[in-house]
């Protein structure tokens, strides 16, 4: 990229070649007339005025080739016409006919060139040169005018390459940074649930503790000591994940500070809940070293998420815990026998913070290419997520 860009900076600017062009031309068709009249032709200034014309000509090539093509054409025709030395008959198109094919119109200077030698073949032919003399005038004219087009083409197609070179740098860099701001708003969006699946999730154990220390005060003081000392577990956990997360966020090592959150999390997570009154069971059948870190920690934090939700809002009395796996797959299961959820439209279950913890949920699923489905059941609700293991990294 930075090699392209160094290329274009060194190139020079288009007045500065066209001025050189020019000054060439006008030279060279001098030096062809000096050595003309040198050899006992007609000395003329007028001769050197042509070629000077040949040469200004060029000046307007970038703004009007075919014109300049055209009218170069005609100056030679009215040179000879003059009876001025030979000069040929490309030479002093060759600037002109680069010009020509260089801004597109190759046919037209193709065109322009077959009439120029056949005009120039005829009067040859109408004038007694010989057979010899004919040919090697016709193939010197010929080399002449298709080496400037050819050369035209081949810088046409040459910038046209490195401006395409150009566009698919541009168009990488604007992809590149489109990838960028996707990974920023995944990254933003998995803090954020993080965030809220773990502070959620400790906030909700204090409020049940609170609440629980509240009305044993002056009853039962064992009561009051063992729910203090659930809030101040509650907020230990909590304060470890903020801690894991803020590490994710100062190091780009992701994966030391989620490993952490493994599968082990969950039998903690149930405690948790059965200090705050639940009935929790847990099934685990899994071989946790087979399960990636990724998945592993997004099926901790659905079980949190499902856990805080039976806490909060479904006025629970048990709750099952169940994980299994596959040689593919993870699925964990969540239920529990309180009241249902409210569904709306498209199955959408509304079953804590407005649905806001199951879309969570979902979304962590999604990223991992699994699938999670949440929603009431006879005897309560159930959270089920599916989550691939072999695909995960």
Known sequence: MSMTRGAGDNEVPPWVLTALVAAGQAIAVALIIAIGSHDGGRHDVGAYVFAAGFGALLLLRSRLPVA????A???????????YPPIGMALPLVGAFYSAAERGHAAVASVVGAVLLAVSLYF????????AVLAYDLITNVALIGCAIALALAVRSTRALRNQQRRVVALERHQQQERAARHLEAERLRIARDVHDSIGHALSLVSVQARVAQQSLGTDDAAVARALDNVVDATRSSLADLRRTLAILQSDREDAGRALLTLTGIERTAQAARDAGLDVTVSIDVDEAAI????????????????????????????????????????????????????????????????????????RAALLGGTLT????????????????????
């Open 68 to 71: 300049v093509l055209i009218t």
């Open 73 to 83: 054409v005609l100056l030679v025709f009215a040179y000879y016409a003059g009876g």
């Open 124 to 131: 040859r032919t109408t004038d007694g040169e010989s057979s």
């Open 292 to 363: 990636p870190a990724p998945t592993a920690s997004t099926a901790f934090r659905i079980v949190q998420e499902s856990v805080t939700n039976v806490l909060r809002h479904a006025s629970a009395n048990r709750a099952t815990i169940t994980v299994r796996s596959s040689e593919d797959e993870l699925r964990v299961r969540v239920t529990d026998d309180g009241h249902g959820a409210r569904t709306e439209p498209g199955l959408r279950s509304t079953r804590g913070d407005g649905g806001r913890g199951i879309d969570g949920m979902r979304e």
């Open 374 to 393: 949440a929603g009431p059941t006879p005897t309560g609700f159930s959270v089920e997520a599916v989550l691939p293991i072999g695909g995960a990294r």
